[in-house]
């Protein structure tokens, strides 16, 4: 396979699937369902939708904020500013192409803050590692705070528990043998394979090496509370998930989590997988939906909008530089 059909289709697959599934969830829905869907998400409170999106932006400068945390151990600076406008860019450019906002960053960092291009994608890589255990962490959470409604709902789908706990175990036991047959190898592979690691684990321990770690740190869990944030206030707008919990929400939220990142911008899936979630709690179909569609519709307009706005105001902000 040639490597421009290859990078064709890691673009075309994720946005075809995403497009097959928004099919998929109109046709799994009667006439009736679905103008009770469109009735909510029209009727959805400006105010609390407002509320999500504000969060959203202050999750997206924190981050930007943060950035700034990494770079500094290597002598830059830049501008907090440029680095609001880079990250929404990045953002926006993942909606199209699956994993470009990450490159299309650290390209943009080269451009206008002089910071040369492995550097910056490093840094962008170290916190793609944090996101990862931080998203981990919030599995943890939720797991200990839901443990009997999800192991319930995997008995009543018929899903062997001890089987499932069997798979896992032997997973890990496999993966330790392969790390130590990789760290014995010779092999090229085996060579880029540990460098590799080694590149991730050292981008986690540069955080607790840097000047400035209590302020990432603080950084990293306002960023992860505001995406969870703006997730739980979105239950104000439909009127059958007021009543939820943080802890039920959270369910809702990591199957969220993990649509976001088969799809582009969860285009499809991002709603079908919150209704699933919330479903379990009892809530309608009609309501789950409703709620889905209404969080990545805000989420995924606000990247829009502002990251069209960064795309037009960071050249004009950096022209004479």
């Known amino acids: 396979m040639g490597k421009s059909l290859k990078k064709f289709l890691k673009i075309f697959v994720p946005i075809a699937f995403g497009l097959f599934l928004v099919w998929y969830s109109y046709n799994s829905t009667t006439p009736e369902e679905r103008k009770q869907i469109i009735h ?26 943060r950035w700034n945390y990494l770079l500094e151990p290597m002598g830059y600076r830049p501008r907090i500013i440029n680095n609001i406008f880079i990250v929404l860019i990045s953002y ?52 200990m705070l839901q443990t009997d409604i999800i192991l319930g709902f995997l008995e009543e789908k018929g899903i062997n528990l001890l089987g499932a706990f069997g798979i896992l175990f032997i997973g890990i036991i496999g993966l330790f043998i392969a790390t130590a047959l990789i760290r014995k ?41 505001a995406y969870i944030g703006m997730f739980w206030v979105i239950k104000y707008t439909v009127a059958e998930t007021t009543t939820l919990s943080l802890s039920e929400l959270l369910v809702a939220f990591v199957a ?40 990545w519709i805000a989420q995924t307009l606000m990247v829009v909008a502002f990251g069209t706005i960064s795309f037009i105001v960071l050249p004009l902000l950096n022209r004479n530089r």
Do not use: C, Q
């Open 256 to 295: 969220g989590a993990f649509a976001m990142s088969t799809t582009n911008g969860g285009i499809g899936l991002y709603p079908i997988a919150v209704s699933a979630a919330l479903g379990i709690f009892g809530i309608s179909s009609v309501s789950g939906d409703a709620f889905g569609w209404i969080m």
């Open 40 to 65: 909510y998400i029209s009727n959805a409170s400006p105010f609390w939708v407002s509320v999500s999106v504000v969060i959203g932006i202050l999750s997206h400068i924190s981050r930007a904020i």
């Open 185 to 225: 190898s010779k092999s090229p592979l085996a060579n880029k394979l540990k460098a590799f690691l080694n590149g991730l684990l050292d981008g986690v321990m540069s955080v607790f090496k840097m000047k400035k770690k209590w302020a990432f740190l603080f950084h990293t869990f306002f960023i992860w509370a």
């Open 92 to 143: 926006f450019a993942n909606l199209g192409i699956p994993r470009s906002g990450e490159i299309l960053r650290a390209t943009a960092l080269t451009t206008y803050e002089n910071v040369p291009f492995e550097k910056g994608f490093g840094t962008i890589v170290t916190e793609r590692v944090i996101d990862l255990l931080m998203l981990l962490l919030v599995i943890l959470i939720t797991l």
